[in-house]
DNA sequence: CGTCTATTTGAATGTACTCAAAAGCGGTGG
DNA sequence: CCACCGCTTTTGAGTACATTCAAATAGACG
């Protein structure tokens, strides 16, 4: 199956429905295929993201350094995700995000201006942005919750429940990065998970 | 200004499409005025949240409680924002969270279908939509960053600087729980402040 | 096999929390 | 108009949880 088949399978199964030779067409025609070793960078601080991929096969992660030097991760990605960081993608603002590959990445890239011109008229297109914003913001919304209210057991339990994939693809110091906690903590809260 | 009135100003300045009289009658038609006085629930843990409420005037706090039965704000909304769990709203799922009215309440409000079927078909209305939730996920990445990678103190100076208002609106004690620190670690941080 | 990185463990520190109590503030009724 | 009540905010003391720094162990990769 080409990279090409997997998104249509994406796009249709999220919008529900078919797409026409034709709408095959244009994504063909616009989505760029691109592929990035494991640790090239998607996106550098103070760069414009200027594309968003759909990854059809590898992971990435976003990610901040603060003042002391300190690497704080926003976002894990998997296949069927859509990698950028959107308040710079939509704004065309320098981004304060770096994006980078952590395993071989195989993407389909397009801009935004090119999305306006070219997928918006095509419904199922705009069925599954619609769809993907939905779902965003409500996961965004869960792990905003469980950052304000949880404690960091309560966090990574919940890791454990609706993320168990992220504990195959990607090393604990990532995972602990990702949930606001240093390595030492989370190798501690594991080994007392054990006991009970 | 009636209610309406600064609803048409609010559509026509966030989509840049100004409303011609037939796009007013189809609002004035189907989004239902409502009050709620202080204290009032708009939503109660485990109801489906039917309605979404655009806020003509006054301020609502969303909050969840926990097992220990500690209130926990994940939201405070203000006029010309939208009131609603989402998810709830869109899956029209038990909600797990109360939204309570802080001040006397203004609302217009509408149901997601009558959203799909009436208001859809409304070129402003539909590009409003879009760079609402485009806001609304880039300021909840920012929020979740911020509790993931903030200590309590840079947190709080964030709220200064990008919500003052909420200073003018709120309670200290619900700013607190907003921010997710207790009121005692908040009092403390503000009288640091006041020395640098 | 050796090197590099990830993970675990230990000890000391720090930040924010809890509990308790006092002070401040606003609204209400006498 | 003032006294009282309820709620918010502040202050203090002790505690808990997570962090930092340092070092040891374990794993992955060439």
New binding site residues.
Partial sequence: MSNFDVFFDYIQKLSGIMLSEDDKRVFTAHLKPKKLRKRQYFLQEGDVCKYTGFIVKGSARTFRVDE?G?EHILKLSLEDWWLADFESYYHLTPSRYNIEALEDLELLQITNAQVEEFLSPIPAFVAMQEVIKQNYAIANQNRLQAAISY???ERYDDLVTNYPQFLQRF??????SYL????????????NALKS
Same sequence: chains 1, 2.
């Fill in positions: 002391k300190h404690t960091a057991e090393p604990l110091n990532m995972i602990a606001g906690l240093s390595p030492e903590t989370l190798s501690r809260i594991r080994k």
